[in-house]
């Protein structure tokens, strides 16, 4: 036979939640917990227009060029450093026998 499980306790809340009713004036004096009134700020939440979207589109759009253009530009300044390390290699292979001789 299986144990019955023992489900835990919910924790209470430490403090009520303020409801505040629509139209109620808002006194932050009341407000004396640990967030000082200086650090509480609305954010307002709408929906993205059409110029709205065209303009996130372009940001981000400029966003990924730039990105593009900097991968681009380290991958082209690495093309000559890689093609000189090629060339001193195989000179150095072509050189070495001669090398060898004198030594």
């Known amino acids: 036979m299986s144990e019955p499980t023992i489900k835990p306790q919910a924790e209470q809340p430490r ?3 303020e409801i505040i009713p629509p139209g109620a004036a808002y006194d ?3 407000n004396r917990g ?5 650090f509480s700020e609305r ?10 979207m065209i303009g996130l589109v372009l940001t981000i759009g400029v966003v990924f060029a730039v990105i593009l253009v900097l991968l681009l530009g380290a991958f082209l300044l690495w093309i000559p450093i890689v093609g ?6 195989l000179v150095a292979g072509v050189l070495r026998p001669y ?4 030594g």
Do not use: D, M, Q
């Not at 640990?34 to 200086?38: C, D, G, I, Y």
């Not at 000189?84 to 290699?89: I, M, P, T, Y």
């Open 99 to 102: 090398l060898r001789r004198r």
């Open 34 to 38: 640990f967030f000082h009134e200086s």
């Open 84 to 89: 000189l390390l090629v060339a001193a290699g």
């Open 43 to 52: 954010i307002y939440v709408t929906k993205i227009g059409p110029l709205g």
């Open 28 to 30: 932050p004096a009341r």
């Open 15 to 17: 403090v009520e939640p």
